[in-house]
């Protein structure tokens, strides 16, 4: 199951990174406890583009991501339940080997897409990248598209 270790700060300022479980010691102890919330992911064992949402809503990972972002998900196609102006942080990195961040990338493009188009996401190769002194090698996922 995910686990969350959250910041002291929320808002626009605050980043949540998504690691997977062997990048998850070093990516908290190397994190600014101020402003970076670290949330473990273990691989999505289901097919987001074809399931069902009662099996996407019983997934412990999809619902920690759900959870920690704070804005509700979208389960009726067409219809924009989420509460983006709750969002609890200002990005959202995928730290995540390539599978894992393109089965996150399409949760949140099908049950959270306002989250995406916000600006709010971003991905990088290595959770090591996001806690490199200098220039961060981030690049934004917009609307799904890379």
Request: with cysteine; glycine share 8%.
């Amino acid at each position: 199951m995910s686990y969350l270790v959250d910041c002291v700060e929320k808002g626009l300022e605050s980043e949540l990174i998504l690691v997977e479980q062997a990048s998850s010691d070093m990516a908290v102890q190397a994190r600014n406890r101020m402003s970076q919330a670290i949330l473990e992911i273990k691989p999505i064992e289901l097919d987001i583009r074809r399931a069902e949402i009662p099996e996407v809503l019983s997934n412990k990972e999809l619902q920690s991501i759900v959870a920690a972002l704070g804005v509700g998900i979208n389960v009726i196609p067409g219809m924009n339940m989420l509460r983006i102006e709750s969002i609890r942080y200002g990005k959202v990195i995928l730290a995540l080997e390539p599978s894992a961040r393109n089965q996150v990338v399409e949760f949140l493009k099908r049950f959270m897409g306002p989250v995406l188009e916000g600006g709010f996401v971003y991905e990088t190769d290595s959770a090591a990248n996001v806690f490199a002194s200098g220039d961060r090698m981030l690049v934004q996922v917009a609307g799904g598209e890379r």
